[in-house]
Nanobody, 117 residues
Framework: QVQLVESGGGLVQPGGSLRLSCAAS????????IFWYRQAPGKQREWVAS???????YYTDSVKGRFTISRDNAKNTVDLQMNSLKPEDTAVYSC???????????WGQGTQVTVSS
């Protein structure tokens, strides 16, 4: 069982930065792949970025070059550094953990990111 708690959301002006964190409790965090998703009002949830257990990273095209995902297995955390934020990045951001066989998935409660002047 893995419990996830996101933090770091808030209100930021266009062009600004935020750093989201996903903190996990439970055993064997290092074997889980971690995914960040976001959902804007009236839109479907979309995948943003992910990091494998070995540290390989993947990004959706709209955030490449602006967002960076990283993990610290000693602290059981995965961070999402978001730079050059745009109004279209406004959404609730949630992290998701999946076991190696992808048969189990766990979600956090989400954190609101609002990009507005």
């Amino acid at each position: 069982q893995v419990q996830l708690v996101e933090s770091g959301g808030g209100l930021v002006q266009p062009g600004g930065s935020l750093r989201l964190s996903c903190a996990a409790s439970g055993n064997a965090f290092s074997i889980y792949a971690i995914f960040w998703y976001r959902q804007a009002p009236g839109k479907q949830r979309e995948w943003v970025a992910s990091i494998s257990s070995s540290g390989s990273t993947y990004y959706t095209d709209s955030v490449k070059g602006r967002f960076t995902i990283s993990r610290d297995n000693a602290k059981n955390t995965v961070d999402l550094q978001m730079n050059s934020l745009k109004p279209e990045d406004t959404a609730v951001y949630s992290c998701n953990a999946r076991n190696p066989s992808m048969t189990r998935a766990y979600w956090g409660q989400g954190t609101q990111v609002t990009v507005s002047s």
